[in-house]
C-alpha cells in the first residue's frame, strides 16, 4: 500500500518562504511522477509543480512559476515543494500525489495521480 505524507505547512506572512515535504512510504514504480497539488476554500484543486522522479524533469504551473521549486531527495523517498516569496492567494491545502512515470509526459491533472497525502495547510497573511 503507497502512503504519501505531507509536512511543513504553517501560516507565514506575505514574502515568506516554506518548504513542504512530501515522504512516499513504498517504492512499487521504478520511477514515479510526483507533483503538489492545492486547493482553496471554494475553489477546485489545481497543479502547482511536478518532478519525474527518473529524469529529474520539472513542470511549473504559470502561477508559481520563478517562485516555487520542486526536488526529490532520492536517500530519503522524499519529494520537497520549496516556495518563496509567498502571497496570500497561496493560501490552501496542499497535496501530494503520485502515479506512474508517464504522467509526467502529460498536462499537470488531478485525474492522472492515484495515491494522494492527506494534506498540509498553508496559509499566507
Known amino acids: 500500500h503507497v502512503q504519501l505524507v505531507e509536512s511543513g505547512g504553517e501560516s507565514v506572512q506575505a514574502g515568506e518562504s516554506l518548504r513542504l515535504s512530501c515522504e512516499i512510504s513504498l517504492y512499487i514504480y521504478s520511477s514515479y511522477c510526483m507533483g503538489w497539488f492545492r486547493q482553496a476554500p471554494g475553489k477546485e484543486r489545481e497543479g502547482v509543480a511536478r518532478?519525474?522522479?527518473?529524469?529529474?524533469?520539472?513542470y511549473y504551473a504559470d502561477s508559481v512559476k520563478g517562485r516555487f521549486t520542486i526536488s526529490q531527495d532520492n536517500a530519503k523517498n522524499t519529494v520537497h515543494l520549496q516556495m518563496n516569496s509567498l502571497k496570500p492567494e497561496d493560501t490552501a491545502m496542499y497535496y501530494c500525489?503520485?502515479?506512474?512515470?508517464?504522467?509526467?509526459?502529460?498536462?499537470?491533472?488531478?485525474?492522472?495521480?492515484?495515491?494522494w497525502g492527506q494534506g498540509t495547510q498553508v496559509t499566507v497573511s
Open positions: 518532478i519525474a522522479t527518473g529524469s529529474g524533469n520539472t
Open positions: 500525489a503520485a502515479a506512474g512515470h508517464d504522467v509526467c509526459f502529460a498536462k499537470l491533472s488531478v485525474r492522472d495521480f492515484t495515491y
